[in-house]
């Protein structure tokens, strides 16, 4: 069973910095694309930051130069790096992996709340 379990979320002031992580209990972790998504108050969910399995990143416009994505396989654990934090970044932060070699996001995690204020 692929499950993402986040961490690290919580309220900050607006200018703060918070770092999410993200470990999956099992499942061929370094063999899977990994991202982060948002949904929030009454929106849809977005992406946000994706790494592939080769390390290959890629960021919303909204998040570009304030947020690094990186990964640690051996803890199997990604991580989403937030500075500059806006109160528009507040949000649920899901963590999700995807399908063996594919770039398809199958498993999701349960969110973390991320709460910036102002």
């Known amino acids: 069973q692929v499950q993402p379990v986040e961490s690290g979320g919580g309220l900050v002031q607006a200018g703060g910095s918070l770092r999410l992580s993200c470990t999956v209990s099992s499942g061929a972790f370094s063999t899977r694309g990994m991202g982060w998504f948002r949904r929030a108050p009454g929106k849809e969910r977005v992406f946000v930051a994706g790494i592939s399995r080769t390390g290959t990143t890629n960021y919303a416009d909204f998040v570009k130069g304030r947020c690094s994505i990186s990964r640690d396989n051996a803890l199997n654990t990604v991580y989403l790096q937030m500075n500059s934090l806006e109160p528009e970044d507040t949000a649920v932060y899901y963590c999700?992996?995807?399908?063996?070699?594919?770039?398809?996001?199958?498993?999701w995690g349960q969110g973390t709340q991320v709460t910036v204020s102002s």
């Open positions: 999700a992996a995807t399908k063996l070699f594919t770039a398809v996001y199958e498993y």
